[in-house]
């Protein structure tokens, strides 16, 4: 077993380019994940890696054992799936991403209901608004809003989101109500950005009558949390785009109202990514089928 273990450091080093990041990764220390690196290149007599003070590099033969090595522990995990599967015992740790607010207010909340029915299955649940590479950050799962970009990884799709532009009413009261998004960039509206790299929220595309137009838009916040753009948003700071499920409270009690309905942002699609090697492990299949139930439940909930 040790020398598996050894080869999961090896990838998930190779993987991230840091001995620290795997380390975190592994839920481990750099030193162990260096030792283990170490014990790995002392088995096979060459050197994987080029270190220096700054930087960390596979050599030509790390990249040749990378591809044998990842097909390996992918054989194992298979293996265990299966065998877990006939036992119908899914077990072991799952690596989950989530945007902030569908992770928080929908999929750590169903959480305890999910390890009742599922005792041995545990979760590593990360939270962030940026874009996620799933196999490079060793992931099982990402849970994805946002346009889906071609990929490997193997697509579930759990709903079409209604999106919206809004804003509180002391907002409109005090800038008044654009009515497209023509008017929302020449009168000069204050758009609240989500920023992060890799983040397209600052170009915002609109249905209009000739099809579909990126507006640039500016203002002067912003930030890489959705939900800390809402809070911003009830606070009349601005107009922000938002699926009509993270709103809905906002939608009844009145503290948001739509804005430039001439135009209305397209629909964003929610979607379950997993790396395709991952798509027979039982767990997976389980987490999958709860979760996405309980996404789809929320958003029909959103509903007008």
């Known amino acids: 077993m040790a020398y598996v273990n050894n080869i999961r450091m090896f990838l998930r080093v190779y993987e991230l380019g840091s001995m620290s990041a795997a380390a975190r990764d592994q839920r481990t220390s750099p030193a162990v994940a260096s030792s283990r690196v170490a014990e790995l290149e002392k088995h096979l007599g060459v050197r994987l890696f080029n270190r220096t ?56 909340p169903a959480l305890p209901a999910f390890r009742a029915e599922y005792p041995e299955i545990n979760l590593r649940l990360r939270l962030s608004d940026r874009v996620v590479d799933v196999t490079a950050e060793g992931l099982d799962m990402a849970f994805h809003l946002g346009p889906l970009v071609d990929s490997d990884l193997k697509v579930r799709m759990i709903s079409d989101c209604p999106r919206l532009l809004l804003a509180a009413p002391s907002y409109i009261a ?30 915002w595309t609109l249905q209009t009558d000739g099809g579909p137009r990126r507006y640039e838009i500016a203002g002067s916040l912003e930030t ?16 922000v785009l938002k699926p009509r499920f993270e709103v809905a409270e906002h939608l009844r009690s009145g503290a948001l109202v739509p804005v430039a309905a001439a135009t209305p942002p397209y629909p964003a699609q929610l979607a379950c990514l997993t790396p395709s090697r991952r798509l027979r492990d039982p767990k997976v299949q389980v987490f999958s089928d709860f979760m996405v139930a309980r996404c789809r439940e929320a958003i029909a909930a959103a509903d007008p």
């Open 174 to 203: 005090r800038r008044g109500n654009p009515e497209s998004g023509a008017a929302l960039v020449e009168e000069g509206h204050d758009c609240l950005n989500l920023r992060f790299p890799g983040a397209r929220e600052f170009q």
């Open 224 to 239: 890489d949390n959705s939900e800390v753009l809402t809070d911003w948003a009830v606070a009349g700071c601005g107009i």
């Open 53 to 108: 003070t700054r930087a960390l590099h596979p050599t030509e033969h790390g990249q040749m054992f990378y591809d044998g090595a990842r097909g390996i522990l992918d054989a194992i995990e298979a293996a265990e799936g299966t065998v877990m599967e006939a036992t119908q015992s899914p077990k072991g740790t799952l690596f989950v991403s989530a945007p902030l607010f569908i992770g928080r207010r929908i999929i750590a």
